[in-house]
Each structure stands twice: as structure tokens, then as C-alpha cells.
């Protein structure tokens, strides 16, 4: 069964600072997607980033990039200059084909907190 | 932009009542989802649908049931209601091309007293 896995419960980084979310994952297909979620206290989920494993290059927006490692199923997520407003549980999703459709795992979150 | 609709952003219920949670999506989405959303669990997947009356169990389907009779929406019903359903729950829709993701609404902060 497809797990995904975010060993860390909370973290803390200062503003302007850069923090690594990590996620790690279980799967024996070869091609799927992953995705990063940002849930601000307004608990509207919100789509950070995507990246589909036979891209290589990893996936970029703005602010927030990611460090996927196919091989050792590892999808990281970067956040450089942080700001007040990135301050949220961020979850870590992946994405498998099942009965016609899409179903989504997600981890159990990681909640940033950003010091100013 | 994609909106998905949840109809209450609070509930509070009785144990043993039959409680509907209601969802709009409003792009014509194909695939709705419903999740629950537990501190230190993550989002379990209840129920998701594929199609108009179509309706797959996900991971955690005891105590609930679905009903999608036009694309748009997608209820969630608890059939009766019981403490350990206090939880906080999120519809989503996507499409069905590949690289699509999924677009949630608020969420329904739900009570079981």
C-alpha cells in the first residue's frame, strides 16, 4: 500500500530564513504525481506545488521549490525567504490512478511556524 | 478560479443524528472527494466519486455514506452520528486529466455532542 510519510510535526524558521520540509513515500509504480498543500489558519488548502516523477528537473514556483529524489522516494519542499504568511500546516500528497480516477494519500502534516 | 463550495463552516449534532454535509463545485469537475481531517492523522480519504451515481469507499467508509446525483455536488451523510466523527471534514473536486490537482473548500468543522 502507498504510504506518504512527513517525519516532522512542527517546525520553526526565522523570517527571510529557509526551511526544508521533508516527505518521504512508498510506491512500486513508476509513474505518479506529488504534491505539496499549504493549510493556512483560514483551513482553505491551497496548492504550493506539483511534480510529476519522470521529470527530472525538479519543480519551481517563486519562492518555493522542491528536491525530488525518485530513487530514494523523496520529495522535499524549500522554502527560501520565508514570510509571516507561509506560517501553515503544509501537507505532502501523492497521487495514484485507482478505479477509473485519481486517489490522493496525504501525510500527516507539518505545521511552519515563521518568527518574526 | 475554481470554487468548491462547503454549505456550513460549523455543525454541532447530537449522537444519533443523521447529519448531511453538502459540497458545490462549480467547474464541472468530474472526481469529488470527501476527507477528514484528524491532528496528527493527516487527511483520510472517506469517499470519492468518479461520476453522477458513481461512488467508490476510500479508506475510512464505516459510519458514512455518499450521494452524487448531479456532477456538481457531492453530500456526505452520516447515517448516525457518533462522538468519534468530531472532526474537522473537506470536500475536494479535480478533473481527470493527469496533472490535475485537487481544489477544496473551507472545510465543515463538525461536532458530535
Known amino acids: 500500500a502507498q504510504t506518504v510519510t512527513q517525519s516532522q510535526p512542527e517546525m520553526s524558521v526565522q523570517e527571510a530564513e529557509t526551511v526544508t520540509l521533508s516527505c518521504t513515500y512508498d510506491t512500486s509504480e513508476s509513474d505518479y504525481y506529488l504534491f505539496w498543500y499549504k493549510q493556512p489558519p483560514s483551513r482553505q488548502m491551497i496548492l504550493v506545488i506539483r511534480?510529476?516523477?519522470?521529470?527530472?528537473q525538479n519543480a519551481t514556483e517563486n519562492r518555493f521549490s522542491v528536491n525530488f529524489q525518485k530513487a530514494a522516494k523523496s520529495f522535499s519542499l524549500k522554502i527560501s525567504d520565508s514570510q509571516l504568511g507561509d506560517a501553515a500546516m503544509y501537507f505532502c500528497a501523492y497521487r495514484r490512478y485507482t478505479s477509473g480516477t485519481y486517489k490522493y494519500i496525504f501525510g500527516t502534516g507539518t505545521r511552519l511556524k515563521v518568527l518574526a | 478560479d475554481v470554487k468548491v463550495t462547503q454549505s456550513s463552516r460549523y455543525l454541532v449534532k447530537r449522537t444519533g443524528e443523521k447529519v448531511f454535509l453538502e459540497c458545490v463545485q462549480d467547474?464541472?469537475?468530474?472526481?469529488m472527494f470527501w476527507y477528514r481531517q484528524d491532528p496528527g492523522l493527516g487527511l483520510r480519504l472517506i469517499y470519492f466519486s468518479y461520476d453522477v451515481k458513481m461512488k467508490e469507499k476510500g479508506d475510512i467508509p464505516e459510519g458514512y455514506s455518499v450521494s452524487r446525483e448531479k456532477k456538481e455536488r457531492f453530500s456526505l451523510i452520516l447515517e448516525s452520528a457518533s462522538t468519534n466523527q468530531t472532526s474537522m471534514y473537506l470536500c475536494a473536486s479535480s478533473t481527470r486529466l493527469n496533472n490535475s490537482p485537487l481544489h477544496f473548500g473551507n472545510g465543515t468543522r463538525l461536532t458530535v455532542t
Open positions: 511534480q510529476e516523477a519522470y521529470k527530472q
Open positions: 467547474m464541472d469537475h468530474e472526481n
